[in-house]
């Protein structure tokens, strides 16, 4: 949640870089933005505006330092006052942050006593009244800002920037933060994809570091001060993957991606998939765990594991694993998905389960993210960047790694493996005929609610289909267990409801059809997706049988449903409101 983004070197283009590295990062949050950047002439050009950033402009002049902020709101609404970066006082230095100032609240009144004057509502601005508060007292910057560290608490990640000594410091705790390097030039952002088009030689900074970034080169400090040597890696990945191209949207873009990312999975991704299966098999209990999207896949692989490699493995949401891990023992495995390798509650829970020195294996889709470091196995999805907030081409991704696990655990992956390629075949097919549910959507975006329904896997098929409805339609969709409906759900029925109904033929076809004809007496309008069609249905969607597999096609055409529902709706698929690809605060 928020993008950061920061440039320090020896190009006169500061403005652009930092332009473009705000629309690389507008995914992380969009409400308002603004940057801070030094001209030649010594002065410091300030400039916020509201929304997103989008086609946006700034004057154009030399520079080769500044930085720049895209805000998603936590403390204090979305005005102008409120955007980053934030100035003293003084107006000597200027700060972007992404995180929560826990502390602020008393930090801001002290302040305010001493005589600053605030300038906004948010928990962000004392950070700067501070540094400029600490400088009356200690000109030496870099004991200025471990004194600042010491006074403020929370998840913070930030840059401070000192003009007049054309140098930033960086602080990092719990809020992700990268410096990206080549040659005499500095990139500073939230995420590595925005430095990619610049270097792949970068450092993910680990909680309590600091960074003091200069002409001369940088210093990076421990949490107690001691100078140590920041080890920067090569990342594999390239901008390129994060380019939206010829297409509208980066949602139906990733959507279209689906054949080739989980071709690649079959192809490449054996080794980990073995090892994976391994860890499982000796572990004491295997614990899926994810937010959002990730959660729902996590489910879906509660139900692929019992039923094709016969094992029990836990789940649990990943804000809601804390309060659930007691029991953990040593040899306990967590397993944690997450497209971003960034949520702040997977994250959170999976250092309590770390603390109890149970075993972390990550899939996620980012190289270097937090997650991915703190895992004793990490794997990737390898899924290209996935740049809209609509989680789309990560979540098949995860279900194949899942599927293809449980298929390993069981000594049948080739099986597996003959499913997805069938999957992928469906899905090829579905997108040729994507015209078909832009009409659908058409005809249902009226409606104020839609219910999607199945068993077994295909009830967590569902709680995913609708939240991808949800998110970028905001039609308010619910995913159900279809044999829940009689204890309760189908009261919410009315005459015209569009109601979606998962029915592969498997062992859940003859009772999902049952619900069918029970939603039907009450005048819902029943769109039903198999492979056999039943008279029952008012809108037939064919997905052929690639046996368990079969969830993939299925969530394909509730993430075309929901970006074609966008669309008749005249909303950004890309940015819902509200929303930000990546969760970093509580
Ligand atoms: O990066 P993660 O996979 O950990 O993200 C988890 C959720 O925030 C994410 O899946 C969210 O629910 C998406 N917007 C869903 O489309």
């Given at each position: 949640m928020c993008g950061i983004f920061g440039y320090l070197g020896t190009k006169n283009t500061a403005t652009s870089m930092i332009l473009d590295g705000l629309k690389a990062l507008e995914y992380r949050g969009y409400d308002s933005w603004g940057v801070a950047i030094k001209k030649e002439d010594g002065t410091l050009f300030?400039?916020?505006?509201?929304?997103?950033?989008?086609?946006?402009r700034i004057p154009s002049f030399h520079s080769h330092i500044g930085i720049g902020h895209t805000r998603w709101a936590t403390h204090g609404g979305v005005t102008e006052a409120n955007a980053h970066p934030h100035i003293d006082c003084t107006g000597k230095v200027a700060i972007v942050h992404n995180g929560i100032v826990e502390n602020f609240e008393g930090l801001k009144l002290d302040l305010q006593n001493k005589g600053h004057r605030?300038?906004?509502?948010?928990?962000?601005?004392?950070?700067?009244?501070?540094?400029?508060?600490?400088?009356?007292?200690q000109s030496d910057l870099t004991i200025v800002m471990q004194k600042l560290r010491s006074k403020?608490?929370?998840?913070?990640?930030?840059?401070?920037?000192?003009?007049?000594?054309?140098?930033f410091y960086i602080i990092k705790n719990g809020s992700p933060i990268v410096v990206g390097s080549v040659d005499d030039d500095y990139f500073i952002a939230s995420d590595a994809s925005a430095i990619l088009p610049y270097t792949n030689n970068v450092y993910f900074l680990e909680d309590n570091e600091m960074l003091h970034i200069s002409q001369s080169g940088i210093s990076l400090f421990d949490n107690l001060g001691a100078k140590k040597i920041a080890k920067f890696t090569k990342l594999s990945y390239s901008a390129k993957s994060a380019e939206k191209g010829e297409y509208k949207h980066y949602m139906i873009k990733e959507i279209l991606e689906q054949p080739k990312v989980l071709k690649n999975i079959i192809d490449t991704q054996t080794h980990e998939i073995e090892i994976a299966a391994d860890l499982i098999k000796h572990a004491y209990g295997t614990y899926l765990i994810g937010c959002g999207t990730a959660s729902y896949a996590c489910l879906a692989g509660t139900y692929l594991f019992s039923k094709i490699a016969k094992r029990h493995i836990n789940f649990a949401i990943?804000?809601?694993?804390?309060?659930l891990i007691d029991f953990l023992k040593e040899n306990s495995l967590v397993f944690a998905l997450s497209q971003s390798g960034e949520t702040i509650d997977t994250i959170a829970s999976v250092k309590k389960a770390i603390k109890r020195k149970s075993k972390l294996l990550s899939l996620t889709n980012s190289e270097g993210s937090t997650l991915y470091r703190m895992s004793d196995t990490n794997l990737l999805l390898h899924a290209g960047t996935e740049k809209a907030v609509a989680s789309t081409k990560a979540y098949t991704a995860q279900i194949v790694y899942l599927y293809l696990i449980a298929h390993q655990l069981a000594d049948s992956l080739d099986d597996g493996k003959k499913h997805v390629t069938q999957a992928i075949h469906t899905i090829k097919n579905l997108i040729e005929q994507k015209s078909k549910i832009e009409l659908l959507a058409k005809e249902i975006a009226k409606h104020k609610s839609i219910f999607i329904l199945g068993r077994g896997v295909s009830y967590a098929a569902a709680l995913e289909s609708a939240l991808k409805i949800k998110e970028v339609s905001y039609i308010h969709a619910e995913g159900f267990a279809a044999?829940?409906?009689k204890h309760g759900v189908i009261a919410l029925i009315e005459k015209e409801t569009p109601v979606i109904l998962f029915n592969p033929e498997d062992e859940t076809y003859e009772d999902t059809l049952s619900a069918a004809h029970e939603v039907k007496a009450?005048?819902?309008?029943?769109?039903?997706?198999?492979?056999?069609?039943?008279?029952?249905y008012d809108t037939f969607i064919e997905v052929k049988n690639c046996a368990d597999a079969t969830i993939i096609p299925n969530v394909v055409i509730a993430q075309l449903l929901g970006y074609y529902l966008a669309l008749a709706k005249n909303l950004d698929p890309d940015m819902p409101r509200n929303l930000a690809k990546s969760v970093t605060v509580k």
């Open positions: 300030v400039q916020k505006h509201i929304g997103k950033i989008g086609n946006a605030f300038s906004s509502e948010t928990d962000s601005e004392v950070i700067v009244h501070l540094i400029e508060e600490i400088q009356k007292t403020i608490s929370g998840m913070n990640a930030l840059i401070a920037f000192f003009p007049e000594d054309e140098s990943g804000s809601e694993f804390s309060y044999g829940e409906l009450r005048g819902a309008h029943v769109i039903g997706v198999s492979s056999k069609n039943d008279k029952v």
